[in-house]
């Protein structure tokens, strides 16, 4: 499974697009990425996967680069209650979803 | 609520104690997940059953630790003679086959 790498904090101003990063250079050809954030003394919650193609759900777009070593999910109008821990996630073969310290995000009123 | 269900949500213990403490994954996964996570980390795998065999445990297991899912549906980690580097918080998960894992909200393990 990849090791991915996040910013260790990042600031939004509510109603922006909350751009949040990941670097998974050595992502596999079948590796899924995996978006889950926490908030506060809650369990992980997910978010959204892909494999190579952008995806977009209700909560979020997830774009991955061609070559496939970096991802963003993007919030696209974030609001106080999407203050939480982002975790990006390499997922292949192994059943081991494997967690970072992710990235925290604070969103600013 | 169908989503995944920890009990308790919090437990205070002195050390040397032992504690269980008992996950019911979504009815129709098969692949059931025990995480730890300590302030200010992300959640380490502990590790995962399919149906009622346990595949894969990690280093952080120790023998104080067992887990159990006997009739592949609900589970139990157990930490026998609590030690305070136990404190955490418990998380379960669970999925279907592939696919995202759902997790609960945890059972705080504080250890006096």
């Known amino acids: 499974d990849a090791k991915t790498t996040q910013p260790p904090s990042m600031d939004c101003a509510e109603g922006r697009a909350a751009n949040l990063p990941c670097n998974h250079s050595t992502i596999s050809g079948n590796e899924y990425v995996y978006w889950y954030r926490q908030i506060h003394s809650q369990g992980p919650q997910y978010i959204i996967h892909g494999l190579k193609n952008n995806e977009t759900n209700e909560m979020a777009s997830l774009i991955i680069t061609e070559d496939r070593k970096s991802s963003t999910l993007i919030l696209p109008h974030a609001t106080l209650r999407d203050t939480a821990v982002y975790y990006c996630?390499?997922?292949?073969?192994?059943?081991?979803?494997?967690f970072g310290p992710g990235t925290r995000l604070s969103v600013l009123p | 609520d169908t989503g995944v269900s920890q009990d308790p949500r919090h437990k205070i213990t002195k050390r040397g104690q032992n504690v269980t403490f008992r996950c019911d994954p979504i009815?129709?996964?098969?692949?059931l997940y025990w995480y730890r996570q300590t302030l200010g980390q992300g959640p380490e795998f502990l590790t995962y059953?399919?149906?009622?065999?346990?595949?894969?445990k990690s280093r952080l297991l120790s023998d104080r630790f067992s887990a159990e899912r006997p009739k592949g549906s609900f589970s139990t980690l157990e930490i026998q003679r609590t030690e305070q580097g136990d404190s955490a918080m418990y998380l379960c998960a669970s999925r279907y086959s592939t696919g995202e894992l759902f997790f609960g909200e945890g059972s705080r393990l504080t250890v006096l």
């Open positions: 059953f399919q149906n009622e065999a346990q595949l894969e």
């Open positions: 009815s129709e996964h098969n692949r």
């Open positions: 996630i390499g997922l292949s073969g192994g059943q081991n979803f494997v």
